[in-house]
């Protein structure tokens, strides 16, 4: 079956500080992969999708980037955060070329960060 | 653009009410459909989800939900509920071309209380 995982679960950092949250995927292959952002009281926002190795797409402009350096890893990083990118943040995968455009995306635990 | 709107933002009923969450959404194309529950402390999980066929879809512990086209609506609803089913629900609609990623609503905090 297949297994998602995130880490770290939870992460307080400094403003102005790097960032870098890793996801992986087990028992698929070739995976969409998805980053979205939970904020307090809101719904999720995508921030990044990526449909295969290297290819990544950003879906708001923000102080995030993303990175897909092998099938199953999706990095989400930041340079310098900000108060604002303080959130919950979840990875998401889901498997593609399904026949008719049918795509069920599955969830990981996410990471809560706190930007102090 | 998709968007989704999720009316009822926070419910509280007791034991053994039937439960009715309200879900619409706003896009021109064949759409992908999903509801999500996450449960206390937990991540989020998928509770049922429609592509195509019987618009009177069911899922896990005893969720369902009807998508009616003309109304771009997608309700959950359960007869009873329990204790158990204190969660946040989130509904969620998917492109069925190109553009596969998830358009949220904002959540529905639904508690129940015994």
């Known amino acids: 079956s297949q297994t998602i995982h995130q880490w770290p679960a939870t992460l307080v950092q400094p403003v102005g500080s790097p960032l870098s949250l890793e996801c992986t995927v087990e028992?698929?292959?070739?995976?969409?992969l998805y980053w979205y952002r939970q904020a307090a009281g809101r719904g999720l926002q995508l921030l990044f999708y990526?449909?295969?190795?290297?290819?990544i797409s950003s879906e708001v402009p923000q102080n995030l980037s993303a990175s897909r350096p092998q099938d199953r890893q999706f990095i989400l990083s930041s340079k310098k955060l900000l108060l604002s990118d303080s959130g919950f943040y979840l990875c998401?995968?889901?498997?593609?070329?399904?026949?008719?455009?049918?795509?069920?995306?599955?969830f990981g635990p996410g990471t809560r960060l706190l930007v102090l | 653009a998709q968007s989704v709107s999720q009316h009822n933002h926070h419910v509280i009923l007791s034991e053994a009410a039937s439960l009715e969450l309200g879900c619409n959404y706003s896009?021109?194309?064949?759409?992908?459909l999903f509801w999500y529950v996450q449960y206390p402390g937990q991540h989020l999980q998928l509770l049922l989800k429609?592509?195509?066929?019987?618009?009177l879809v069911k899922g896990i512990k005893g969720f369902e939900a009807e998508f009616i086209k003309s109304k771009f609506s997608f309700n959950l609803r359960k007869p009873s509920v329990q204790w158990s089913d204190t969660a946040e629900y989130f509904c969620?609609?998917?492109?069925?071309?190109?553009?596969?990623?998830?358009?949220f609503g904002s959540g529905t905090r639904l508690q129940v209380q015994p």
């Open positions: 429609y592509f195509s066929g019987d618009p």
């Open positions: 896009y021109g194309g064949t759409v992908n």
């Open positions: 990526s449909v295969g190795i290297g290819q």
């Open positions: 998401a995968w889901g498997a593609r070329g399904l026949a008719g455009g049918r795509e069920t995306q599955y």
């Open positions: 028992g698929t292959s070739n995976p969409n």
């Open positions: 969620a609609v998917g492109g069925y071309t190109g553009r596969r990623a998830l358009t």
